[in-house]
């Protein structure tokens, strides 16, 4: 276009200049009025052309950030396996610090020498915790110190295999979104209190989960267990609220107290095999609808074990020699003393039940509550935080027993009702 104009430019001048007479005058103001037609003209053809350019920029940007916005956020399970994926990438590089993007910003000697880590004799002990990206060990590190690179702001970490120690929150508090635990480690303590994290590998040889080792890691969605964990120390998931299914491994024989309190999973089983489960290990487990008690697990379990979970299914396998689920009642009952130790909103209560020391907290809907035997004891947590309002019994020791009880905790609103015989409505 712009070629065009110029010609006719160069055609008008070369008349101008060859005219005569009163012709050169005219022909010169004609060229002149040309001149100015064509100047405007290619003016506003390149401020066409201008605004089509930027039509055109700003249509891409639009689609551009319609794409950002339409793109969905990784959640779960995926953004767990999207975080380990980016963790592979940054392994086999050289020691040091990187951006996200790969860029190594400072080499490890650097990191040693401007006093960004502090490495004694193989063992980091202290770090400047306002560290970004990627931080690469070297393989003269072997372990690392209690609270050694407690509190950083990297998102990855990758450990060499000349690790064998990890200590209380040496890699706890940091904004660590995924770690693979090298398989030379055999004494791992320290991953608690990180709140970004989302995938863990452990060790190979690794046999004990100690204690408190993930607890506060609320988004911990993945953990990939060896095949010889034997046991699970107390609080070592505690408050993991993003572990969407347990899985816990058929070599485990203990469960500590605490161990996954608070924890929000729906799905768990507990491996044949399991021996033994601490105090309040499941305490709170909100989204646990099913146990199934092994014949294998005879110790530890008490009142609290899976107190304030919404359970609607709890069964003990025949064959277990100290707990069992007599007449498909739908609770956990003590065989030796006929002791009632956890409960549900469809637990129906045996005759032959003579203590009940379980809790109804969890039970949402249910409003009475049938005691067709003779009770010996009942305790003040059977009631507390539930919904049940009347309770029906056949014996008049039980319902004075339950009365008394109802007295000391402040529960005048239940209705202790005295049936006639077992078949009163």
């Given at each position: 276009?712009?070629?065009?104009?110029?010609?006719?430019?160069?055609?008008?001048?070369?008349?101008?200049?060859?005219?005569?007479?009163?012709?050169?005058?005219?022909v010169?103001?004609?060229?002149?009025?040309?001149?100015?037609?064509?100047?405007?003209?290619?003016?506003?053809?390149?401020?066409?052309?201008?605004?089509?350019e930027?039509?055109?920029?700003?249509?891409?940007?639009?689609?551009?950030?319609?794409?950002?916005?339409?793109?969905p956020?990784?959640?779960?399970a995926?953004?767990?396996q999207?975080?380990?994926?980016?963790?592979?990438?940054?392994?086999?590089?050289?020691?040091?610090?990187?951006?996200?993007?790969?860029?190594?910003?400072?080499?490890?000697?650097?990191?040693?020498?401007?006093?960004?880590?502090?490495?004694?004799?193989?063992?980091?002990?202290?770090?400047?915790?306002?560290?970004?990206?990627?931080?690469?060990?070297?393989?003269?590190?072997?372990?690392?110190?209690?609270?050694?690179?407690?509190?950083?702001?990297?998102?990855?970490?990758?450990?060499?295999e000349?690790?064998?120690?990890?200590?209380?929150?040496?890699?706890?508090?940091?904004?660590?979104?995924?770690?693979?635990?090298?398989?030379?480690?055999t004494?791992?303590?320290?991953?608690?209190?990180?709140?970004?994290?989302?995938?863990?590998?452990?060790?190979?040889?690794?046999?004990?989960?100690?204690?408190?080792?993930?607890?506060?890691d609320?988004?911990?969605?993945t953990?990939?267990?060896?095949?010889?964990?034997?046991?699970?120390?107390?609080?070592?998931?505690?408050?993991?609220?993003?572990?969407?299914n347990?899985?816990?491994?058929?070599?485990?024989?203990?469960?500590?107290?605490?161990?996954?309190?608070?924890?929000?999973?729906?799905?768990?089983?507990?491996?044949?095999?399991?021996?033994?489960?601490g105090?309040?290990a499941f305490?709170?487990?909100?989204?646990?609808?099913?146990?199934?008690?092994?014949?294998?697990?005879?110790?530890?379990?008490?009142?609290?074990?899976?107190?304030?979970?919404?359970?609607?299914?709890?069964?003990?396998?025949?064959?277990?020699?100290?707990?069992?689920?007599?007449?498909?009642?739908?609770?956990?009952?003590?065989?030796?003393?006929?002791?009632?130790?956890?409960?549900?909103?469809?637990?129906?209560?045996?005759?032959?039940?003579?203590?009940?020391?379980?809790?109804?907290?969890?039970?949402?809907?249910?409003?009475?509550?049938?005691?067709?035997?003779?009770?010996?004891?009942?305790?003040?947590?059977?009631?507390?935080?539930?919904?049940?309002?009347?309770?029906?019994?056949?014996?008049?020791?039980?319902?004075?027993?339950?009365?008394?009880?109802?007295?000391?905790?402040?529960?005048s609103?239940?209705?202790?009702?005295?049936?006639?015989?077992?078949?009163?409505?």
């Open positions: 276009m712009r070629k065009f104009y110029v010609y006719l430019l160069s055609a008008a001048l070369v008349l101008a200049l060859t005219g005569c007479g009163s012709g050169t005058q005219d010169t103001d004609s060229t002149q009025d040309m001149t100015d037609t064509v100047v405007t003209d290619s003016a506003e053809a390149d401020e066409d052309e201008s605004a089509d930027n039509t055109e920029a700003d249509a891409a940007e639009d689609a551009d950030a319609a794409t950002e916005e339409t793109e956020e990784l959640t779960g995926e953004a767990a999207a975080a380990a994926d980016e963790l592979e990438t940054f392994k086999g590089l050289e020691a040091g610090l990187y951006d996200l993007d790969h860029n190594l910003t400072a080499s490890w000697d650097q990191l040693k020498s401007n006093g960004t880590i502090t490495v004694e004799d193989g063992c980091v002990t202290a770090i400047d915790q306002s560290i970004q990206g990627a931080l690469v060990l070297s393989d003269e590190v072997t372990s690392i110190a209690d609270y050694g690179m407690y509190g950083c702001g990297y998102s990855y970490v990758i450990l060499p000349t690790l064998t120690s990890i200590g209380p929150s040496g890699l706890g508090g940091s904004g660590l979104l995924a770690v693979d635990i090298p398989d030379s480690v004494d791992l303590h320290g991953l608690m209190d990180n709140g970004s994290l989302l995938w863990v590998r452990l060790p190979s040889g690794l046999t004990e989960i100690s204690k408190m080792l993930f607890a506060f609320y988004n911990l969605v953990v990939i267990f060896p095949d010889n964990i034997t046991t699970i120390g107390d609080s070592a998931f505690c408050e993991c609220y993003s572990l969407e347990l899985s816990i491994p058929e070599t485990v024989k203990s469960i500590g107290e605490g161990a996954f309190e608070n924890c929000t999973f729906a799905e768990f089983s507990l491996p044949e095999g399991i021996e033994t489960i105090d309040v305490y709170d487990c909100k989204g646990v609808e099913n146990v199934v008690i092994p014949v294998s697990l005879t110790s530890g379990l008490t009142v609290r074990s899976f107190s304030h979970c919404k359970i609607t299914n709890i069964s003990v396998a025949e064959g277990n020699t100290d707990f069992d689920s007599r007449e498909d009642c739908n609770a956990i009952i003590r065989t030796k003393d006929n002791e009632m130790i956890c409960c549900c909103k469809n637990t129906v209560v045996p005759k032959s039940v003579e203590r009940m020391n379980c809790s109804f907290s969890a039970a949402e809907g249910l409003t009475s509550l049938t005691i067709p035997g003779k009770l010996k004891v009942f305790t003040s947590g059977v009631l507390a935080g539930s919904e049940i309002k009347t309770i029906y019994v056949y014996d008049e020791d039980t319902r004075q027993l339950i009365v008394d009880k109802l007295d000391d905790e402040d529960l609103d239940v209705e202790v009702i005295l049936l006639e015989d077992d078949n009163a409505e």
